[in-house]
Structures are given as structure tokens and as C-alpha cells.
């Protein structure tokens, strides 16, 4: 059943994803909403198939992108996708259930996503990882800091079962340098805002961030998988504070 629901999704050379990620939703969305940055391979051609709206915006964060699709968006309800993202069986059911007997009383509605990386699903480190994506048009707004922004609502939300599968990396090149490119992102919004190196945060941040994923996460039980999330989220967190002490390096450099 069509339910009165928009999708977005922002996308940049996904011909490797998009069709595996619209396919899942093209049954139940009443449009869809693509937001792209400029690809040059076949995104374009995958979106015109399932009968999406392609919409250009140079790449201004996530948040923007996001924004700038439910600007599109003309259903009560936006779902908001990134390519590598796909909605399972029980997922499209439980947001049958969610938004097609009725009006909710909620602002939004959130589930947990699941990664599968390097050949494998990942269910303790990673998992479970909750977001809420799906929100009322006129009651939601992307908030927080690039690249880890969030949904905001005004009112209540709901949590359902169901997993949004995430495909995120395909190799440990690309998971490394994913990690460097967020964490020198944020280190620089971090800088402008006024935050400083901090030479203990860089060591003991990083460290911290092992023990938990490996222990309090229960990361060792998904193998040298898990024990890989974590020494590579060790590194983003001391390579955030990396990237603010050069920051602050640079900065010293301009001054009279």
C-alpha cells in the first residue's frame, strides 16, 4: 500500500546502491525525493527508473542535503535515506503498521540500523544503533554537529522493530578514509567554534574509545571485526584532536 510518505535520498556516484535502496521503498513511498551533488556515473538514470525526483544542490553537509529534500517533499511524512541504506522486510512493515491505519499521534518514529561490514553483519559494536528517520514534514529540522547530525522533532516518538540495513564500507581503505575525512570536518567545526586541543583527550580519548567498543560494547563478540571498529574509532578520536592541534598551529601562524 502507498502510504503518505516521502523518501529522500542524498546521493553522489551511488549507482552501486541507489537501486538496492529505492527498490526496498518503491512500494509503499508516494514519492521520492533524490538529492545530488553531482554525479557523474548512472545515479541519474537508476532515479528516473523508480520514478524519483532528481534534485541538484551542491554539497553544502548532511544536514543541508537533508533539509533541502524536505523542501521537495509534499507528503505528510518524510523518510529520510542515504544510499547505502536499505529498509528490510520487517521495517517496511512495521512503517506499514506505523503510518498506514490512521493518523499517528507521533513526530516522529525511529528504528535501529544494522551494518554489514567486510562480509559480515555486525550485532554487538555497531548494534543496536537508533535513529530516528522518519518524521513529520511540518515537525522535523536536521540538527547537530557535521557529520553526525540528527533529527529533531516537536513532539513525541516511537521506537518499532524492524532494521534499516546499512551497507556502509566496502573495504578497510575506504573505512579509514571515511574516518580521517569526519574526523577533519569536525575538528574544524570544533575549532571555529572555539574548542582546543587537549593533549589528554588525544590519548586517553582514544584509548577510552577501545574499552568501550571492545568491552562495554561487547565489540570482542562480533570477532576481529568488532576488535577493527574499535581500534579504527580509536583513531577517529585521536585523530579529531590531531587535526584541532594543527588547527591551532595554523591559526598561531596568521597572527601579527
Given amino acids: 500500500m502507498r502510504l503518505p510518505l516521502s523518501v529522500t535520498v542524498i546521493t553522489l556516484n551511488e549507482e552501486r ?5 529505492l527498490n526496498a521503498v518503491a512500494d509503499i513511498a508516494s514519492e521520492i525525493v533524490v538529492v545530488d551533488s553531482g554525479s557523474t556515473d548512472r545515479t541519474a538514470e537508476i532515479a528516473a527508473r523508480f520514478g524519483a525526483r532528481f534534485v541538484f544542490n551542491k554539497w553544502s553537509g548532511f544536514n543541508a542535503q537533508r533539509m533541502f529534500g524536505a523542501e521537495h517533499c509534499t507528503q505528510p511524512w518524510i523518510l529520510a535515506l542515504d544510499a547505502d541504506e536499505e529498509v528490510s522486510d520487517e521495517l517496511r512493515a512495521a512503517l506499514v ?5 490512521g493518523e499517528s499521534p507521533h513526530a516522529g518514529i525511529a528504528f535501529s540500523r544494522r551494518t554489514f561490514y567486510l562480509g559480515a553483519w555486525i550485532w554487538h559494536v555497531w548494534y543496536p544503533e537508533w535513529r530516528l528517520r522518519l518524521y513529520r514534514r511540518d515537525r522535523g529540522r536536521w540538527v547537530g554537529e557535521e557529520p553526525h547530525g540528527y533529527c529533531e522533532v516537536d513532539g513525541s516518538s516511537l521506537r518499532v522493530d524492524g532494521d534499516l540495513l546499512h551497507y556502509s564500507f566496502r573495504n578497510l581503505t575506504e573505512h579509514l578514509s571515511k574516518t580521517l575525512g569526519y574526523a577533519r570536518t569536525s575538528a574544524g567545526i570544533a575549532h571555529a567554534r572555539g574548542k582546543r586541543f587537549n593533549g589528554w583527550r588525544m590519548v586517553g580519548g582514544a584509548l577510552f574509545r577501545v574499552f568501550r567498543d571492545v568491552v562495554l560494547k561487547s565489540g570482542w563478540r ?3 571485526r568488532g576488535v577493527l571498529i574499535a581500534m579504527i574509532g580509536g583513531y577517529s578520536s585521536f585523530a579529531k584532536q590531531a587535526f584541532l592541534y594543527e588547527a591551532e598551529l595554523e591559526a598561531k601562524k596568521q597572527e601579527p
Avoid: E, P, S, V
Wanted: charged residues 15%; contains cysteine.
Fill in 17 to 21: 546502491n541507489l537501486g538496492r535502496c
Fill in 97 to 101: 503498521a506505523a503510518l498506514g491505519h
Fill in 222 to 224: 562480533d570477532g576481529w
